[in-house]
């Protein structure tokens, strides 16, 4: 069985799921105590679980779907302090004690996953990271990037012209950053997790918590398990406590692979809203060429399609011949100021802890998020986690958040509109639409969804949640699949 098959979009299996799994599922016990249960097994989960089990903790990792399901197995997968112009984006909102903090918070995330990955056998390339402008226009967000970084004490240097096949008008470049293929790593963390005594179960998804004195985590299947501590790294939080799903705005980006085309030796990102983001990828069967971008926020387009033509075209463009081996998307949470939320969920009894909002840049700030929630939990958190504790949400951060809010009031308002002309979708292979089986209302809370034409899934305009055709959750908040017709 591929890693990429059961409940998965059709057509859109990633380079990294597109092979057999290495990893088999624990059985879970009807009932059962533990110390610390993980719920979502990505590289927040897996490495939280790794850490807690070091130290001696019973735990297990719960996954809806299979290892890697979400963002991690979709990832460009770029190990980098170097992230676009995202450094600037945090400067602008937030103090220099707390950017800073998320720098060392990203530096410590990035070295302790490439010593994890050099003492477990993992391949890693290294390789310039690049933020890049794509022309004139996109220079000065550019030279801010580089006053940001330079400002934070990153080693960055000016490039006036980068040798690209693709158009630049210069750019800022971080050398000795890494890529990797992340199945790899998620592959040697669940092996570590059971050599530790901890189990991972795939297929299991949880439907919701409670808290009785320790927390109850209702699982399908009616299987109940009991822990200490709840972890919930699941994107985005799949409890309601906090409304985390309010504070972050869900994003969907693309990416597509490529053969028979050479592809430059380093991690280029441009600085636009339209991104290209362009790396290569060593394979068994020769070097890949990775393009990915062309983002938007989830359930708010008129074709995810057109979001994949426009990168081919783009490659068609300046990598002429290249011919695509795999097409994809990643969902990720982009926080009010760039800086993600790691700690306990409010009303939680300071049991049930939370990591979202990486804003497309999951591989270090994962790590770094597993450090803080292991960290709480065994009393010994870095010292850069108080200031990304108590940050502070000032005039700016409200209108962001006021921001994601007033787009989730216009997408509710077209989703009423919408719901009148009961459209139904037309998958690929039809010649016809065909009535639907599922009534197209999230069972978040009631967004009327969109039909995905590049995936052949139903999404949520309103927090992005995901569902397959036939209606079982893909992605959160949402825990339960959608109402079936008749």
């Given at each position: 069985?591929?890693?990429?098959?059961?409940?998965?979009?059709?057509?859109?299996?990633?380079l990294w799921?597109?092979?057999?799994?290495?990893?088999?599922?624990d059985?879970l016990?009807?009932?059962?105590?533990?110390?610390?249960?993980?719920?979502?097994?990505?590289?927040?989960?897996?490495?939280?679980?790794?850490?807690?089990?070091?130290?001696?903790?019973?735990?297990?990792?719960?996954?809806?779907?299979?290892?890697?399901?979400?963002?991690?197995?979709?990832?460009?997968?770029?190990?980098?302090?170097?992230?676009?112009?995202?450094?600037?984006?945090?400067a602008?909102?937030?103090?220099?004690?707390?950017?800073?903090?998320?720098?060392?918070?990203?530096?410590?995330?990035?070295?302790?996953?490439?010593?994890?990955?050099?003492?477990?056998?993992?391949?890693?390339?290294?390789?310039?990271?690049?933020?890049?402008?794509?022309?004139?226009?996109?220079?000065?967000?550019?030279?801010?990037?580089?006053?940001?970084?330079?400002?934070?004490?990153?080693?960055?240097?000016?490039?006036?012209?980068?040798?690209?096949?693709?158009?630049?008008?210069?750019?800022?470049?971080?050398?000795?950053?890494?890529?990797?293929?992340?199945?790899?790593?998620?592959?040697?963390?669940?092996?570590?997790?059971?050599?530790?005594?901890?189990?991972?179960?795939?297929?299991?998804?949880?439907?919701?918590?409670?808290?009785?004195?320790?927390?109850r985590?209702?699982?399908?299947?009616?299987?109940?398990?009991?822990?200490?501590?709840?972890?919930?790294?699941?994107?985005?939080?799949?409890?309601?406590?906090?409304?985390?799903?309010?504070?972050?705005?869900?994003?969907?980006?693309?990416?597509l692979?490529?053969?028979?085309?050479?592809?430059?030796?380093?991690?280029?990102?441009?600085?636009?809203?339209?991104?290209?983001?362009?790396?290569?990828?060593?394979?068994?069967?020769?070097?890949?060429?990775?393009?990915?971008?062309?983002?938007?926020?989830?359930?708010?387009?008129?074709?995810?399609?057109?979001?994949?033509?426009?990168?081919?075209?783009?490659?068609?463009?300046?990598?002429?011949?290249?011919?695509?081996?795999?097409?994809?998307?990643?969902?990720?949470?982009?926080?009010?100021?760039?800086?993600?939320?790691?700690?306990?969920?409010p009303?939680?009894?300071?049991?049930?802890?939370?990591?979202?909002?990486?804003?497309?840049?999951?591989?270090?700030?994962?790590?770094?998020?597993?450090?803080?929630?292991s960290?709480?939990?065994?009393?010994?958190?870095?010292?850069?986690?108080?200031?990304?504790?108590?940050?502070?949400?000032?005039?700016?951060?409200?209108?962001e958040?006021?921001?994601v809010n007033?787009?989730?009031?216009?997408?509710?308002?077209?989703?009423?509109?919408?719901?009148a002309?009961?459209?139904?979708?037309?998958?690929?292979?039809?010649?016809?639409?065909?009535p639907?089986?599922?009534?197209?209302?999230?069972?978040?809370?009631?967004?009327v969804?969109?039909?995905?034409d590049?995936?052949?899934?139903?999404d949520?305009?309103?927090?992005?949640?995901?569902?397959?055709?036939?209606?079982?959750?893909?992605?959160?908040?949402?825990?339960?699949p959608?109402?079936?017709?008749?």
């Amino acid at each position: 069985m591929k890693w990429g098959e059961g409940v998965t979009p059709r057509g859109m299996t990633s380079l990294w799921l597109d092979r057999a799994s290495d990893t088999t599922s624990d059985r879970l016990p009807a009932e059962a105590s533990y110390d610390d249960v993980v719920v979502g097994a990505g590289l927040t989960g897996l490495t939280t679980a790794l850490l807690l089990a070091r130290s001696g903790r019973r735990v297990a990792v719960v996954e809806a779907r299979h290892v890697g399901a979400v963002a991690t197995g979709n990832t460009t997968a770029k190990l980098s302090l170097l992230q676009g112009t995202h450094l600037s984006r945090v400067a602008r909102h937030q103090s220099r004690r707390v950017a800073r903090a998320y720098v060392d918070a990203n530096r410590e995330g990035m070295e302790w996953l490439l010593r994890f990955c050099e003492d477990h056998g993992v391949d890693v390339q290294r390789r310039p990271a690049v933020t890049y402008a794509a022309d004139a226009s996109e220079r000065a967000a550019v030279e801010q990037e580089l006053a940001a970084a330079r400002g934070l004490g990153l080693p960055v240097r000016w490039e006036e012209r980068l040798d690209t096949p693709f158009p630049n008008a210069g750019g800022v470049v971080l050398d000795d950053q890494a890529q990797f293929d992340p199945m790899d790593v998620l592959t040697a963390l669940v092996a570590e997790v059971r050599r530790h005594g901890g189990t991972v179960t795939e297929g299991r998804r949880v439907r919701r918590v409670s808290l009785r004195g320790r927390p109850r985590l209702h699982l399908e299947g009616d299987v109940e398990l009991s822990a200490e501590h709840v972890v919930l790294a699941t994107g985005v939080p799949v409890l309601d406590r906090g409304l985390y799903f309010a504070k972050v705005e869900p994003q969907r980006s693309y990416a597509l692979a490529f053969a028979d085309v050479a592809a430059p030796e380093g991690m280029y990102l441009s600085a636009g809203s339209d991104s290209r983001s362009v790396r290569d990828a060593p394979r068994s069967d020769g070097t890949a060429l990775l393009v990915g971008g062309s983002g938007h926020v989830v359930g708010r387009t008129d074709s995810e399609l057109a979001h994949l033509d426009r990168l081919r075209e783009w490659t068609a463009t300046y990598f002429p011949g290249a011919r695509e081996t795999h097409h994809w998307s990643a969902q990720d949470y982009a926080s009010h100021d760039g800086v993600p939320y790691v700690g306990s969920l409010p009303r939680g009894g300071g049991r049930i802890h939370l990591a979202t909002g990486y804003e497309k840049w999951g591989m270090s700030n994962a790590v770094g998020a597993a450090r803080m929630l292991s960290g709480a939990i065994l009393g010994q958190q870095p010292s850069w986690a108080g200031p990304l504790n108590h940050r502070v949400t000032g005039p700016r951060g409200a209108a962001e958040v006021a921001k994601v809010n007033a787009g989730v009031a216009l997408a509710l308002a077209g989703g009423v509109a919408r719901a009148a002309l009961r459209h139904v979708p037309k998958r690929h292979d039809d010649a016809a639409p065909r009535p639907c089986e599922v009534v197209g209302v999230c069972t978040h809370l009631g967004g009327v969804l969109r039909w995905n034409d590049a995936e052949e899934s139903w999404d949520c305009p309103l927090h992005g949640s995901r569902f397959s055709p036939t209606g079982e959750v893909l992605e959160g908040p949402a825990t339960r699949p959608l109402l079936r017709r008749g």
